[in-house]
C-alpha cells in the first residue's frame, strides 16, 4: 500500500507539471469543451501505459539506448513544430468548428497519444522504474511491486485528466475570442519552445566521440 500511496504522490506531480500534454489539453478546451480536453489526457495515458508496459516487460536498458531516444524525440519535436504552426495559424482566423463534437474527440485522443509516445522524457522515466521504487524502499522490488506502482500512478493520471478537462471547460465556457486567440497563441510559443528544448536535450546528451569504451556522463555511476 505505500508503494501505491507513493506512485498516486508521483503520479499526480507527473501529470500536473505543465508541458505539451498540457499545452494541448488547453487548446483543445479551448473551442470544444470538456470533451476534447478530456480526450487529450486520456490519450497520454495510452502513451504512458505503453511505456509503462515495455518497462514492466524488463526491457528498461533498451529503452535506453540513445538509437532509441534519437527517432523518438526527433519525432516528438517535429510533431511540436507542426502543433505551434498550427496553434499560431487557426488563433489568427476567426474560430469556426466544422468538426462533430465526435470528430474533435477522436483528433484530440490521436494528437494525446502521439505526444505522449514521441515524449523521451516518458521513455526514460519509465525505463528507471525499478530505481524510482528502489528510492521507495523497495530494494529487490518483484511483479507485484511493479503492478501496484502502475496502478497508483494510473488512478492518479486519470483523477488528473477528469480534473483538468473540467477545470479548462469552466474557465472558457464564457470566454471570448479574443482570449481565445491569445491562449493559442501561448500554446504555440510553449509548443515551439518544448519542442526546441527536445532537440538540445538530445544533442546535449550525445556521447563524446573521444572515449568509445565509457559509457556517456548521463549514465556514469
Known amino acids: 500500500m505505500s508503494v501505491l500511496?507513493?506512485?498516486?504522490?508521483?503520479?499526480?506531480?507527473?501529470?500536473?507539471?505543465?508541458?505539451?500534454?498540457f499545452a494541448e489539453t488547453v487548446r483543445r478546451g479551448a473551442t470544444g469543451?470538456?470533451?476534447?480536453?478530456?480526450?487529450?489526457?486520456?490519450?497520454?495515458?495510452?502513451?504512458?501505459?505503453?511505456?509503462?508496459?515495455?518497462?514492466?516487460?524488463?526491457?528498461?536498458?533498451?529503452?535506453?539506448?540513445?538509437?532509441?531516444?534519437w527517432p523518438v524525440g526527433l519525432a516528438g519535436a517535429a510533431y511540436l513544430l507542426w502543433l505551434s504552426?498550427?496553434?499560431?495559424?487557426?488563433?489568427?482566423?476567426?474560430?469556426?468548428?466544422?468538426?462533430?463534437?465526435?470528430?474533435?474527440?477522436?483528433?484530440a485522443l490521436k494528437s494525446g497519444v502521439?505526444?505522449?509516445?514521441?515524449?523521451?522524457?516518458?521513455?526514460?522515466?519509465w525505463a528507471a522504474l525499478g530505481s524510482a521504487l528502489g528510492t521507495l524502499g523497495v530494494s529487490d522490488p518483484g511483479f507485484s511491486d511493479?503492478?501496484?506502482f502502475f496502478t497508483g500512478f494510473m488512478i492518479a493520471s486519470v483523477s488528473w485528466a477528469i480534473f483538468c478537462a473540467a477545470a479548462i471547460d469552466r474557465l472558457f465556457k464564457k470566454a471570448g475570442q479574443r482570449w481565445v486567440a491569445l491562449t493559442y497563441r501561448l500554446c504555440a510559443l510553449m509548443f515551439l519552445l518544448i519542442a526546441l528544448n527536445t532537440v538540445r536535450d538530445l544533442f546535449g546528451h550525445m556521447p563524446s566521440t573521444g572515449s568509445h569504451n565509457s559509457p556517456p556522463a548521463k549514465y556514469a555511476r
Do not use: C, H
Open 5 to 21: 500511496f507513493a506512485a498516486f504522490l508521483l503520479g499526480l506531480v507527473f501529470n500536473a507539471a505543465p508541458g505539451a500534454i
Open 33 to 69: 469543451g470538456f470533451r476534447p480536453a478530456l480526450a487529450v489526457q486520456i490519450g497520454s495515458l495510452v502513451g504512458d501505459a505503453t511505456w509503462a508496459i515495455l518497462g514492466l516487460l524488463g526491457v528498461g536498458l533498451l529503452l535506453q539506448v540513445d538509437m532509441l531516444k
Open 85 to 107: 504552426w498550427d496553434s499560431w495559424k487557426a488563433a489568427s482566423v476567426t474560430f469556426n468548428v466544422q468538426q462533430t463534437e465526435v470528430e474533435q474527440s477522436r483528433s
Open 114 to 125: 502521439v505526444l505522449s509516445v514521441t515524449n523521451p522524457q516518458n521513455l526514460a522515466y
Open 146 to 148: 511493479y503492478v501496484m
